[in-house]
C-alpha cells in the first residue's frame, strides 16, 4: 500500500508542475516570438523589448539572447505550440478516456485494500466480544457449581454424620434462599437422598408421604397454579430411589419426587455418583417456567473417597444426589445485560454433545452479519460439548472511509486531468463560442426590434380603423334610430370596446416581456375612477339581477399620486371575471388601509351569510392575503401607519358569489393565455391573460395578490398597492392638478337628513357611503317600522327615504301604511332601490302602492346627485362634467374654443371633428404637419390642438418641434422672452401606446395624448384641462 501511496503522490505532484510550466514556458517564447516578428507592434511589445534591453544591458545582447533562444529552444517551444493546437478533440478524448480508466483502476484498489481491512478488524472485534461473554459465563457458572459442590460436603456433615439430623425442609429452604447470591446462574437447589428398595416403607413413614414417579411429570408437565402433588403417581418398584427431601423454595414442588424414575434423571444420577463430578443434562423445558435449563448433579458420600476410587466403592458410599437447576435462558439475559455492547451482538448458546443434531439453549432466530464466531464453553462436565456462536446485529456498514479515501483520490486525479482537458478544449471552442454569442446576440437584438416595431405597427394599423369605427357608431347613435337600429348599433360597439381590450391585452403582456411596462405618478381621484368602472359594468349586472356595490373606507384619502389607468385596469379585470362568472348574488368592492385592516374590527370579515352583501355566502375574505408581506412583522406596515408617512398603502377586495374556481386550476390561475377550461373562452370570451396584467401590476405598485375561491360559492381577490398621498396638505399634492372628476359632495346638499332602511348592515353601509359623499347625514334602520318610529319621533327630519326593495315587496300593507303615517307629518321624498327596474315595476303595479323614485343599482355618487336635484326640484349649482348629462347641455363646455385637428387620415379627422362639435367647439381640419404648420404660426385664433403623430411628408414630433420653434421665436421678438403665452396646447392622438411613443411625446413639446380609439367624452377631459373654468 505503500508503493501504492508514493506513486499516487508522485503522478500528483509531477501533474500539478507539469502544466504551469508548459502554460509560462509557451506565454513567455509566444509573447516574445510575437513581438520580434512584429506581428503585434504596439506598446505593449516596446515595453516587453526595453524590458529585454535592460536586462540584458544593450541592444546587442538583446538580438544574440533572441538568436539563442531561436535556435535552441524557440523552433522546439514553437513546433510543440503549434502541434498542441492541431491535436484533433477526439485524440484528446481518448487520452482522457484513458486517464480516467487508469485512475479509477488505482482507486479500486485502494477501496478494496481498505475494505478488506476494515473487514479484518470487525472480524477481531467479534471474536473478542464473543470470547468476553463467553469467559464470563464460564467464569459464574464455575462459581454456582462450586458452592453447589460446598453444599454437598455441608449436607454430608450435618445431616447424614448427625443424629438426630441438624437439617430439616425449613432450614434448607432458609439457607439456600439467604445464601443465593452466591449462585447468581441458579435458580433452585434441591436434594435426594438414597432409599434402597426395602428402606422405602419406614423411609415413607418417616416422611410422611408417598415416593412420586418423575416421569408423570415428564410427560405431562403442569404450571404451578393447576400443581397437585397427590396427582402424581407413585414411584413403581425398583432396587433404589433418590426421592427429593430438601429443595429450595422456588422449587419445592419437586419434593417427593423420585429422580431416578426418570430417563434423563437417572442416567445424570449415575454418571455423577460413579465419577464423582458434577455432572449436566441435556437441556430440557423446566417445571412450572417451561423455559431451557439443565441440572447440574453431585453425589454426596458417606466419607471421603480417594481420587483413585472404583466406580463400585463410590456407589457404596452414595447417600444422595445434590443438584442445582440452571435457568439458561435467564442466566444468559442477566450476563448480556451486564454488557454495554450487548445491543450491537447476537448471542446463541448451543449444546452440542450430538454435534449432528446440536440443541439450542439460547438465543433467538433474528438475522444478523452473515459473519459469525464460536466460542467454545467448559462447564465442568467432559461429557456435554456446549458453544457460544456470536454475531453483529447489524450488518457491516457501509466501508464510508475506503470510500471517502477511494473516491477522493479518484475526483483529485480526475479535477487534475479535466484542468489539462478542459483547457486544451477551450483553446479551440472558444474562438467559435464567441462568435456564435455575437450573432445570437445580433439576432436578439434585431428580433426585439421587430418585435416592438411589428406590436407599434400592428397597433396603429389596428387601432385606426377600429377608431373610425367606434368613432362613427358613436355618432349614429345621436341620430334618430328605432330600438333596433340602437341595440345593433350597441352591440357593434361592445364588438369593437371587446376587440379594443384584446388588442390592450396582448400590448401590455408584450410590454412585460419586454421590461418596458412603466407606471405614471399624476394626482387622481380614487372614488371617482371607481364610479366609472361601475357605470362600465352597471348595463351587465342590471341585465343578470347581480348586485354591484363599491365601498370606499373614509380613511383613503381624496386624492392620491399614482397611475389611475393602471389601477382602473386591475380593477376592470376583476370585475370583469366576477360579472363573468357570477349569475346570482352579488359583487363587492372594499378598499381600506392596510393597517385599518389590521389593527380595526369593524373591515373584519363576517362568517354568517346574513352578513354579507346579498345574503350569500362568501369565501372567507381573510384566506386571500395569507403570506401578504404587509402583514406580517417584515413587512412594510410600520411605515405605512404613521401619521406623517406620505405614502398610502391600500388593500383592495374584489368578492362575488360566482361558481368558484375548481381547486385543480387554482394553481394555475395568475399564468399568461391559461383558462381554467378550454370552454371557458368560448362561452364568456378572454384571453386569460387579464389575472396575469394584474398581477404585474400590482408587483409594480409595490402590492400583492391573492385570491380564495370556493367552488359553487365564489371567490375573493384581494391586492394591495401604494400610492403617495395626494391631498392638498401633503407635500406632493400642492405640486400637482388634479387631471380628472372634482369632489362630488356638493353644498346644496348640505343639512339634508336622510333614512336608509335596510335589513343588511354591509348594503345600508354602503347606501350610506354614497350618500356621505355628497354631505347628506344618513341615519340606518332594518324595517320599516323602526323607520316609520324615527321619522315620527325623531328629533332631527327625515326629508329623503332610502328604501331597498327587499323591505319594500315584503309586505304591501307594511308599505301602504308606512306611506300613509309619513303623509302625517312633513312627508319625505322615497326612494326605492332596486336591481332591476321591470321587476320593481311589476311589484309595485300588483300592490297598488303609490309609486316612489326609482334608483336603480348599483349607486354612484354623480347618479344619486342627479336624481335627487331632479326629484327635489334642487338646481345643480356644482360642476356638472361628470354627471350624465342631456346632451343639448353639453353644447356650451366648448363653445367658444377654436381647435385644430391634424390626421392624415379622413375617417378620423370627421371622428374628432363630430365628437369635439358634440361639446360646442369650433373646429378646424387639416390633413398634414406642414399644414399645421402654417395653422399655428403665431399669431393664430387656435386654443388647442389635436394631433396625429404617424403621418406622410412630416410626422407629429418633427411638426410639433417646429411649432415650440416658431412660438419661442415669436416670443423673442415680442422681447419679453417667455412663450408660455402663446404656447398652444398640443395633444397626440396616437394609435401606438407603447411607453417609448408616450416619453417621445412629452420630449417633443406636446403636453399629453390620447390613445386611439378615442370617445368624445375622453377628447373633452383631455382638452379641458387647459382652459380655465367658469
Known amino acids: 500500500m505503500s508503493l501504492l501511496h508514493v506513486v499516487g503522490f508522485g503522478l500528483k505532484v509531477g501533474h500539478l508542475l507539469w502544466v504551469p510550466c508548459c502554460l509560462i514556458v509557451s506565454f513567455i517564447y509566444l509573447n516574445w516570438f510575437n513581438c520580434n516578428l512584429g506581428i503585434n507592434h504596439n506598446h505593449n511589445c516596446s515595453n516587453n523589448n526595453k524590458w529585454k534591453m535592460g536586462f540584458l544591458g544593450d541592444y546587442d545582447g538583446k538580438v544574440w539572447l533572441n538568436n539563442w533562444w531561436e535556435k535552441n529552444l524557440g523552433n522546439t517551444c514553437k513546433q510543440y505550440y503549434y502541434k498542441y493546437n492541431s491535436l484533433r478533440r477526439s485524440w484528446w478524448r481518448k487520452l482522457w478516456h484513458a486517464y480516467v480508466v487508469f485512475w479509477i483502476v488505482i482507486s479500486s484498489s485502494r477501496f478494496l485494500h481498505m475494505s478488506s481491512e476494515a473487514t479484518e478488524k470487525r472480524k477481531e472485534s467479534l471474536v473478542s466480544l464473543c470470547d468476553e461473554r463467553a469467559r464470563m459465563l464460564q467464569d459464574q457458572f464455575n462459581v454456582s457449581m462450586n458452592h453447589i459442590q460446598a453444599m454437598s460436603i455441608l449436607i454430608s456433615t450435618f445431616h447424614h454424620a448427625m443424629d438426630p439430623s441438624a437439617i430439616d425442609q425449613k432450614t434448607f429452604a432458609r439457607y439456600t434462599e439467604r445464601t443465593a447470591f452466591e449462585r447468581p446462574l441458579t435458580s433452585g437447589v434441591a436434594y435426594a437422598v438414597r432409599v434402597l428398595h426395602s428402606e422405602r416403607e419406614q423411609f415413607e413413614k418417616q416422611q410422611g408421604w408417598t415416593i412420586k414417579r418423575m416421569d408423570t411429570l415428564e410427560q405431562n408437565p403442569v404450571q404451578e397454579d393447576d400443581f397437585a402433588l397427590e396427582a402424581l403417581e407413585p414411584s413403581p418398584i425398583q432396587e433404589e430411589y433418590a426421592p427429593v427431601i430438601f429443595a429450595q423454595e422456588t422449587i419445592k414442588h419437586v419434593i417427593s419426587v423420585d429422580v431416578l424414575s426418570g430417563k434423563e434423571d437417572r442416567q445424570n444420577v449415575l454418571r455423577a455418583r460413579e465419577s464423582g463430578k458434577g455432572v449436566l443434562t441435556a437441556p430440557f423445558r423446566l417445571l412450572k417456567t417451561n423455559r431451557l435449563g439443565v441440572i447440574l448433579t453431585f453425589a454426596v458420600y458417606k466419607k471421603e473417597l480417594p481420587s483413585n476410587a472404583t466406580p463400585d466403592e463410590r456407589i457404596q458410599a452414595t447417600d444422595g444426589y445434590l443438584g442445582g437447576v440452571f435457568d439458561i435462558e435467564s442466566l444468559v439475559e442477566k450476563l448480556l445485560q451486564q454488557l454495554a455492547s450487548k445491543q450491537s451482538v447476537i448471542v446463541n448458546v448451543y449444546d452440542t454433545t450430538n454435534h449432528t443434531d446440536p440443541i439450542a439453549m439460547y438465543g433467538s432466530d433474528v438475522l444478523g452479519d452473515e459473519f459469525y464466531h464460536v466460542s467454545t464453553l467448559n462447564f465442568g462436565d467432559p461429557f456435554r460439548k456446549h458453544e457460544?456462536?456470536?454475531?453483529?446485529?447489524?450488518?457491516?456498514?457501509?466501508?464510508?472511509?475506503?470510500?471517502?479515501?477511494?473516491?477522493?483520490?479518484?475526483?483529485?486525479?480526475?479535477?487534475?486531468?479535466?484542468?489539462?482537458?478542459?483547457?486544451?478544449?477551450?483553446?479551440?471552442?472558444?474562438?467559435?463560442?464567441?462568435?456564435?454569442?455575437?450573432?445570437?446576440?445580433?439576432?436578439?437584438?434585431?428580433?426585439?426590434?421587430?418585435?416592438?416595431?411589428?406590436?407599434?405597427?400592428?397597433?396603429?394599423?389596428?387601432?385606426?380603423?377600429?377608431?373610425?369605427?367606434?368613432?362613427?357608431?358613436?355618432?349614429?347613435?345621436?341620430?334618430?334610430?328605432?330600438?333596433?337600429?340602437?341595440?345593433?348599433?350597441?352591440?357593434?360597439?361592445?364588438?369593437?370596446?371587446?376587440?379594443?381590450?384584446?388588442?390592450?391585452?396582448?400590448?401590455?403582456?408584450?410590454?412585460?416581456?419586454?421590461?418596458?411596462?412603466?407606471?405614471?405618478?399624476?394626482?387622481?381621484?380614487?372614488?371617482?375612477?371607481?364610479?366609472?368602472?361601475?357605470?362600465?359594468?352597471?348595463?351587465?349586472?342590471?341585465?343578470?339581477?347581480?348586485?354591484?356595490?363599491?365601498?370606499?373606507?373614509?380613511?383613503?384619502?381624496?386624492?392620491?399620486?399614482?397611475?389611475?389607468?393602471?389601477?382602473?385596469?386591475?380593477?376592470?379585470?376583476?370585475?370583469?371575471?366576477?360579472?363573468?362568472?357570477?349569475?346570482?348574488?352579488?359583487?363587492?368592492?372594499?378598499?381600506?388601509?392596510?393597517?385599518?385592516?389590521?389593527?380595526?374590527?369593524?373591515?373584519?370579515?363576517?362568517?354568517?351569510?346574513?352578513?354579507?352583501?346579498?345574503?350569500?355566502?362568501?369565501?372567507?375574505?381573510?384566506?386571500?392575503?395569507?403570506?401578504?408581506?404587509?402583514?406580517?412583522?417584515?413587512?412594510?406596515?410600520?411605515?405605512?401607519?404613521?401619521?406623517?408617512?406620505?405614502?398610502?398603502?391600500?388593500?383592495?377586495?374584489?368578492?362575488?358569489?360566482?361558481?368558484?374556481?375548481?381547486?385543480?386550476?387554482?394553481?394555475?390561475?395568475?399564468?399568461?393565455?391559461?383558462?381554467?377550461?378550454?370552454?371557458?373562452?368560448?362561452?364568456?370570451?378572454?384571453?386569460?391573460?387579464?389575472?396575469?396584467?394584474?398581477?404585474?401590476?400590482?408587483?409594480?405598485?409595490?402590492?400583492?395578490?391573492?385570491?380564495?375561491?370556493?367552488?359553487?360559492?365564489?371567490?375573493?381577490?384581494?391586492?394591495?398597492?401604494?400610492?403617495?398621498?395626494?391631498?392638498?396638505?401633503?407635500?406632493?399634492?400642492?405640486?400637482?392638478?388634479?387631471?380628472?372628476?372634482?369632489?362630488?359632495?356638493?353644498?346644496?346638499?348640505?343639512?339634508?337628513?336622510?333614512?336608509?332602511?335596510?335589513?343588511?348592515?354591509?348594503?345600508?353601509?354602503?347606501?350610506?357611503?354614497?350618500?356621505?359623499?355628497?354631505?347628506?347625514?344618513?341615519?340606518?334602520?332594518?324595517?320599516?317600522?323602526?323607520?316609520?318610529?324615527?321619522?315620527?319621533?325623531?328629533?332631527?327630519?327625515?326629508?329623503?327615504?332610502?328604501?331597498?326593495?327587499?323591505?319594500?315587496?315584503?309586505?304591501?300593507?307594511?308599505?301602504?301604511?308606512?306611506?300613509?303615517?309619513?303623509?302625517?307629518?312633513?312627508?319625505?321624498?322615497?326612494?326605492?332601490?332596486?336591481?332591476?327596474?321591470?321587476?320593481?315595476?311589476?311589484?309595485?303595479?300588483?300592490?297598488?302602492?303609490?309609486?316612489?323614485?326609482?334608483?336603480?343599482?348599483?349607486?354612484?355618487?354623480?347618479?344619486?346627485?342627479?336624481?335627487?336635484?331632479?326629484?327635489?326640484?334642487?338646481?345643480?349649482?356644482?360642476?356638472?362634467?361628470?354627471?350624465?348629462?342631456?346632451?343639448?347641455?353639453?353644447?356650451?363646455?366648448?363653445?367658444?374654443?377654436?381647435?385644430?385637428?391634424?390626421?392624415?387620415?379622413?375617417?378620423?379627422?370627421?371622428?374628432?371633428?363630430?365628437?369635439?362639435?358634440?361639446?360646442?367647439?369650433?373646429?378646424?381640419?387639416?390633413?398634414?404637419?406642414?399644414?399645421?404648420?402654417?395653422?399655428?404660426?403665431?399669431?393664430?385664433?387656435?386654443?388647442?390642438?389635436?394631433?396625429?403623430?404617424?403621418?406622410?411628408?412630416?410626422?407629429?414630433?418633427?411638426?410639433?418641434?417646429?411649432?415650440?420653434?416658431?412660438?419661442?421665436?415669436?416670443?423673442?421678438?415680442?422681447?419679453?422672452?417667455?412663450?408660455?403665452?402663446?404656447?398652444?396646447?398640443?395633444?397626440?392622438?396616437?394609435?401606438?401606446?407603447?411607453?417609448?411613443t408616450n416619453e417621445e411625446c412629452l420630449k417633443s413639446g406636446m403636453d399629453g395624448y390620447v390613445s386611439k380609439p378615442f370617445e368624445a367624452e375622453q377628447l373633452y377631459r383631455e382638452v379641458s384641462r387647459f382652459f380655465p373654468t367658469s
Not at 497 to 515: F, H, P, R, W, Y
Not at 945 to 969: K, N, S, V, W, Y
Request: with cysteine.
Open 388 to 996: 457460544m456462536h456470536c454475531r453483529f446485529k447489524q450488518k457491516p456498514p457501509w466501508p464510508w472511509e475506503a470510500i471517502h479515501s477511494s473516491v477522493g483520490m479518484l475526483v483529485i486525479a480526475v479535477l487534475i486531468g479535466y484542468i489539462l482537458y478542459a483547457t486544451v478544449n477551450r483553446m479551440f471552442i472558444s474562438e467559435d463560442n464567441y462568435n456564435e454569442q455575437m450573432e445570437l446576440k445580433k439576432r436578439a437584438q434585431a428580433a426585439d426590434v421587430a418585435k416592438s416595431q411589428f406590436l407599434a405597427t400592428v397597433s396603429h394599423e389596428i387601432r385606426t380603423p377600429m377608431n373610425g369605427v367606434l368613432g362613427m357608431l358613436n355618432m349614429l347613435m345621436d341620430t334618430d334610430l328605432d330600438v333596433t337600429q340602437q341595440e345593433y348599433v350597441r352591440t357593434a360597439q361592445g364588438s369593437g370596446k371587446a376587440l379594443v381590450s384584446l388588442i390592450n391585452e396582448v400590448l401590455d403582456q408584450a410590454k412585460i416581456d419586454s421590461g418596458k411596462l412603466e407606471l405614471e405618478a399624476v394626482v387622481f381621484d380614487l372614488r371617482a375612477i371607481l364610479d366609472d368602472v361601475l357605470l362600465l359594468f352597471s348595463e351587465k349586472s342590471q341585465g343578470k339581477g347581480v348586485e354591484l356595490a363599491v365601498y370606499v373606507s373614509d380613511k383613503v384619502p381624496e386624492q392620491l399620486i399614482g397611475d389611475p389607468g393602471r389601477f382602473r385596469q386591475i380593477i376592470t379585470n376583476l370585475m370583469g371575471n366576477s360579472i363573468k362568472f357570477t349569475e346570482k348574488g352579488h359583487i363587492f368592492v372594499t378598499i381600506h388601509l392596510v393597517e385599518e385592516v389590521v389593527h380595526s374590527i369593524e373591515v373584519e370579515p363576517q362568517s354568517t351569510s346574513k352578513d354579507t352583501l346579498s345574503g350569500y355566502p362568501v369565501a372567507d375574505i381573510r384566506r386571500s392575503w395569507e403570506g401578504f408581506k404587509a402583514f406580517s412583522q417584515e413587512g412594510p406596515l410600520g411605515s405605512f401607519s404613521s401619521p406623517s408617512s406620505e405614502l398610502v398603502n391600500l388593500i383592495v377586495s374584489v368578492e362575488d358569489t360566482g361558481v368558484g374556481i375548481p381547486l385543480e386550476a387554482q394553481s394555475r390561475i395568475f399564468t399568461p393565455f391559461m383558462q381554467v377550461d378550454p370552454s371557458i373562452s368560448r362561452k364568456h370570451g378572454g384571453t386569460g391573460i387579464g389575472l396575469s396584467i394584474s398581477k404585474c401590476l400590482v408587483g409594480r405598485m409595490n402590492g400583492e395578490i391573492g385570491f380564495v375561491s370556493i367552488p359553487n360559492i365564489g371567490s375573493t381577490f384581494t391586492f394591495t398597492a401604494v400610492f403617495t398621498n395626494g391631498s392638498p396638505n401633503s407635500k406632493e399634492g400642492r405640486t400637482q392638478q388634479i387631471n380628472n372628476q372634482p369632489h362630488l359632495a356638493s353644498s346644496e346638499f348640505h343639512g339634508t337628513n336622510a333614512l336608509v332602511i335596510d335589513p343588511r348592515p354591509i348594503r345600508a353601509k354602503v347606501s350610506r357611503y354614497h350618500l356621505q359623499r355628497l354631505d347628506i347625514r344618513v341615519e340606518l334602520v332594518s324595517d320599516l317600522d323602526q323607520g316609520l318610529s324615527l321619522i315620527t319621533n325623531g328629533n332631527s327630519a327625515i326629508s329623503i327615504v332610502f328604501i331597498e326593495q327587499e323591505v319594500w315587496d315584503r309586505d304591501s300593507s307594511i308599505s301602504s301604511h308606512f306611506v300613509n303615517n309619513t303623509r302625517k307629518v312633513d312627508p319625505p321624498k322615497l326612494f326605492i332601490l332596486v336591481n332591476s327596474n321591470s321587476s320593481f315595476r311589476a311589484s309595485s303595479v300588483n300592490s297598488g302602492d303609490p309609486f316612489p323614485v326609482v334608483i336603480t343599482k348599483p349607486l354612484k355618487a354623480s347618479m344619486l346627485a342627479v336624481t335627487l336635484q331632479r326629484a327635489m326640484g334642487v338646481g345643480n349649482r356644482g360642476n356638472t362634467r361628470n354627471v350624465e348629462l342631456p346632451s343639448l347641455s353639453l353644447q356650451h363646455l366648448l363653445r367658444g374654443r377654436r381647435i385644430l385637428v391634424v390626421d392624415d387620415n379622413s375617417v378620423n379627422r370627421t371622428v374628432a371633428a363630430g365628437a369635439l362639435k358634440k361639446y360646442g367647439a369650433d373646429v378646424v381640419c387639416v390633413s398634414s404637419g406642414k399644414d399645421a404648420i402654417s395653422k399655428l404660426k403665431p399669431p393664430h385664433q387656435f386654443d388647442a390642438c389635436f394631433m396625429d403623430i404617424q403621418m406622410p411628408e412630416m410626422d407629429g414630433f418633427e411638426a410639433t418641434r417646429r411649432i415650440r420653434e416658431l412660438e419661442h421665436m415669436a416670443s423673442i421678438e415680442d422681447g419679453d422672452g417667455n412663450n408660455s403665452k402663446l404656447r398652444v396646447p398640443i395633444l397626440a392622438m396616437t394609435a401606438d401606446v407603447m411607453q417609448a
